[in-house]
């Protein structure tokens, strides 16, 4: 059953949309804490891994939960979609020019995160 979102989260979520670079709230951010699906609450990234990869989206160069990775055709080229594993929701995609130690770099909707501070 797909989680009542507004159009804006929606559109992303179950239709592959992207939000426009540089207005998402999480891509100049770095509190420390953890990045969650919107629509499931799954763990997805850490602030550990967050980076600035100067894209205008929210960067990450490993996951810490479980993502689906699929082939992305759209656009006339070839990349992978990330979704979350769970639920199924298209988050964005990953590339393979990302930094040390993975050299990968996951380009997230910011909408489509929900952040949750650590507690210290």
């Known amino acids: ?29 770095y509190e420390v804490g953890t990045y969650h699906c ?31 990775l699929i082939q992305d055709h759209s656009h006339g080229m070839i990349r992978e979609e990330v979704k979350c ?3 199924h929701v298209h988050l964005g995609h990953v590339f393979d020019d990302g930094p040390e130690p993975t050299g990968k770099r996951y380009c997230i909707n910011s909408l489509v995160l929900n952040f949750k501070p650590e507690c210290l």
Do not use: R
């Not at 592959?16 to 999480?26: A, D, R």
């Not at 799954?42 to 550990?48: C, E, I, K």
């Open 85 to 87: 594993a769970k639920c």
């Open 38 to 68: 919107v629509s499931c609450d799954q763990l997805l990234f850490s602030s550990q891994c967050k980076y600035n990869s100067y894209s205008g989206w929210p960067s990450y160069f490993d996951a810490d939960g479980e993502l689906e």
């Open 1 to 29: 059953m797909k989680k009542n979102l507004p159009n804006n989260i929606a559109a992303i979520c179950w239709h592959g949309g992207t939000e426009p670079p540089f207005s998402g709230k999480y891509n100049d951010f």
